[in-house]
């Protein structure tokens, strides 16, 4: 292993399973216990990589899952090394661990690092960060999602103030918290220590142009030239080839090849706003006609007994089906007839980006990055609450009127126009989301950091954006 550490002499079944090259999970249990040096794998090499040390809150089902399971695993490994730590999953939460699992990519878990905040949890979680930093020395500690990001820099910086050191800093924001999620006093609270934190980072990440103007403009984390614009980047030939597997999913849960089938895909909690989802899924119901149509709730949550109670209250209990998670998530939009997304606050929604590569027509709500991957309008006119896009149909925040309205014009026109908007989608997201356009972004951020001077850390970027348009 490069940077001075030597094999270790004893022989456990998890030192064999890395050994082997075998994908292994290690739990970081007592304040104490540090697992073996685990950053390389290359024992005998130079110490001329990169060493990279990966920090998400928890391996939950979403975008940024899929997203550190893809990095960590896709940087040249001859020039990277990635060390993988990760928290604990909240009740209800689906795993996507198995990402993680059946690909070739070792992680520590730290069962104190977890998504609710708690002081003496988040103080452990941060001493023990801090003992692997220690112990690993990376280059860099690259952190994603809000917890990971306030627990793993706190470390990092820690770290170069005690042992005079200088370990890069990255965080990418995968979404925010600063609206939609607490009340007004709690998110100015997270507000101020995002911006102290911000301040000492040497680069910062935004998933979507529209969330680095967020982040710039609206809630000033830092200065325009600081925040970088890197896409994410997917695997999508699943859903590129997904109606290979047409029928199957409708066979599975006894729909037959004419009922309509519109999904929402997504935790089920309050910023996933499932209400507005309902609401309009009765209003189409009621103006639908003949149509069959069943409406399918993908994910499972907090609130799955308010969700299903609310199905009931509005009379849908024979239109709606909770599906809960899927893992091969291509196998439903092979079947699928329209992807709905109803949030109040997102990053880039993973749904979108999969429905699109699956030729799978997109109505959502205008929040977060959602602007970026529909498109610019059509045209100045916006007719019965929703918006014609290049590719797709937005509408407003909590309008379940305007989200009814454009599911009822999806339905009623299947035109050229409609037909076209997808085609451009798939498009867009196979030019704009391929792994390899992240992966290599990555690793030019990493360089870039890593040959700067001590005194040019946290200045002005190179290119600071992806272009989507």
């Known amino acids: 292993m490069t940077g001075g550490t030597t094999t270790p002499t004893t022989s456990t079944p998890w030192e064999a399973r890395e050994a082997e090259g075998r994908p292994c999970h290690r739990h970081v249990g007592g304040a104490a216990k540090i697992p073996p040096p685990r950053l390389t794998a290359d024992m005998g090499s130079k110490e001329t990589k990169i060493k990279v040390l990966r920090v998400i809150t928890r391996l939950n089902i979403g975008g940024p899952a899929i997203h550190v399971s893809l990095l960590t695993e896709g940087l040249d490994p001859g020039r990277f090394t990635t060390l993988l730590v990760t928290g604990n999953l909240s009740d209800h939460e689906g795993d996507m661990s198995y990402l993680v699992n059946r690909r070739n990519v070792t992680h520590l878990r730290i069962p ?3 998504r609710e905040v708690d002081l003496r949890q988040d103080m452990l979680a ?4 801090l003992r692997i930093i220690v112990r690993e020395k990376p280059d860099i500690v690259h952190t994603h999602t809000a917890k990971a990001g306030t627990v793993g820099r706190l470390a990092a910086f820690l770290y170069n103030a005690l042992f005079r050191r200088r370990v890069r800093t990255v965080h990418t924001f995968h979404g925010h918290v600063f609206h939609g999620y607490f009340g007004k006093l709690k998110s100015s609270l997270f507000l101020a220590v995002e911006r ?3 301040a000492r980072t040497d680069a910062i990440i935004a998933i979507s142009r529209t969330q680095r103007e967020e982040l710039a403009h ?9 925040i970088r614009q890197v896409n994410l980047g997917f695997d999508l030939s699943p859903f590129f080839s ?4 047409g029928g199957r999913f409708r066979e599975r849960i006894g729909v037959d090849a004419e009922t309509i089938l519109i999904a929402v895909v997504g935790r089920l909690v309050p910023i996933k706003n499932h209400k507005m989802f309902f609401h309009a899924a009765r209003k189409l119901v009621e103006r639908s006609g003949e149509k069959r149509l069943t409406f399918l709730v993908i994910g499972d949550g907090e609130l799955r ?3 299903e109670a609310c199905v009931r209250g509005l009379g849908l209990a024979d239109h709606v089906r909770f599906c809960g998670w899927i893992q091969e998530i291509h196998s439903v939009f092979a079947d699928l007839d329209i992807l709905a997304l109803t949030s109040l606050n997102e990053g880039t929604p993973v749904s ?6 699956s030729s799978v027509p997109v109505i959502a709500t205008d929040a977060g990055g959602v602007r970026d991957l529909l498109g610019p309008q059509e045209d100045t006119k916006t007719e019965n609450g929703f918006a014609l896009c290049r590719r797709g149909i937005r509408c407003e925040v909590d309008d379940a009127e305007g989200l009814a309205g454009g599911l009822l014009h999806l339905l009623e026109n299947q035109d050229g126009g409609n037909e076209a908007r997808v085609e451009r989608a798939r498009a867009f997201v196979e030019e704009h989301y391929a792994s390899s356009r992240l992966i290599h972004r990555m690793e030019s951020i990493y360089e870039e950091l890593t040959t700067r001077r001590p005194e040019e850390a946290g200045g002005s970027p190179g290119r600071t954006s992806d272009s989507t348009s």
């Open 218 to 226: 609206t809630f000033r984390i830092a200065a325009p030239e600081r």
């Open 196 to 198: 102290a934190l911000a």
């Open 126 to 129: 941060c001493f023990k960060l």
């Open 305 to 307: 007994d308010w969700a």
């Open 242 to 245: 997904c109606h290979e597997a």
């Open 112 to 114: 104190e690092l977890h």
């Open 352 to 357: 979108i980006i999969e429905a699109m590569a």
